[in-house]
């Protein structure tokens, strides 16, 4: 019962253009997500977050869109850098005790 | 400026063995958890704690143990090693349940 899924393993864009990684959720008592960005053997780490209460969210290259109605949110990288390929996760918060359900993961590859 | 310490980084294990992976942060955060990796999957949570004294399980506990008697340290005790939990480790703090620290990982793998 994946109740946060990435439908897109990887994905590959040429360095200048845009990455647009995709998320869709089942719960919809979720309230907040995040992205997370995650480079070998090392730990995640924290990339951007959205509240229920936006429908979009931006920090530089990095913006997040959420549809409440579909259950979708989306992490747009504009323009995409070399220096971006990684592993995405996108999450959702779960509970008041900050338990995070994540989803599968979308390797990016940025090519230059 | 250490953040969350994870240690070790690699091991191995044989079946039926155990031992402790051990986590430390130094932020006075209050929350602290442990997920694990597996390939081709998102993060699981197996143990988390609210607080030094609290524990409570998260979605894949089996096979583990935790304790929390410290604010700074939340080790993770695999009693009957099994194949099963061979995979990547990941401790993870928050000051109130959001803005995640990771450790940078414990790769485990039992034969």
């Known amino acids: 019962d994946q109740q946060v899924k990435q439908n897109s393993p990887s994905l590959s864009v040429q360095e200048g253009r845009i990455s647009i990684l995709n998320c869709d959720y089942t719960?919809?008592?979720?309230?907040?997500f995040l992205w997370y960005k995650k480079y070998p053997a090392e730990g995640p780490t924290f990339l951007i977050s959205i509240s229920s209460i936006k429908d979009k969210n931006e920090d530089g290259r990095f913006t997040v869109f959420l549809n409440k109605s579909a259950k979708h949110l989306s992490l747009h990288i504009v323009p995409s850098q070399p220096g971006d390929s990684a592993v995405y996760f996108c999450a959702a918060v779960s509970g008041n005790t900050g338990k995070l359900i994540f989803g599968q993961g979308t390797t990016l590859q940025v090519k230059p | 400026n250490a953040g969350v310490t994870q240690t070790p980084k690699f091991r191995i294990l044989k079946i039926g063995q155990s031992m402790t992976l051990q986590c430390t942060q130094d932020?006075?955060?209050?929350?602290m958890y442990w997920y694990r990796q597996d390939p081709g999957m998102g993060l699981k949570l197996i143990y988390y704690?609210?607080?030094?004294?609290?524990?409570d399980k998260g979605e894949v506990p089996n096979g583990y143990n935790v304790s929390r008697s410290t604010t700074e340290d939340f080790p993770l005790r695999l009693e009957l090693a099994a194949p099963s939990q061979t995979s990547v480790y990941f401790c993870?703090?928050?000051?109130?349940?959001?803005?995640?620290?990771f450790g940078s990982g414990t790769r485990l793998t039992v034969v």
């Open positions: 993870a703090s928050s000051y109130s349940g959001d803005g995640y620290t």
């Open positions: 932020m006075n955060h209050n929350y």
């Open positions: 704690s609210v607080g030094a004294g609290i524990t």
């Open positions: 719960n919809s008592m979720f309230d907040y």
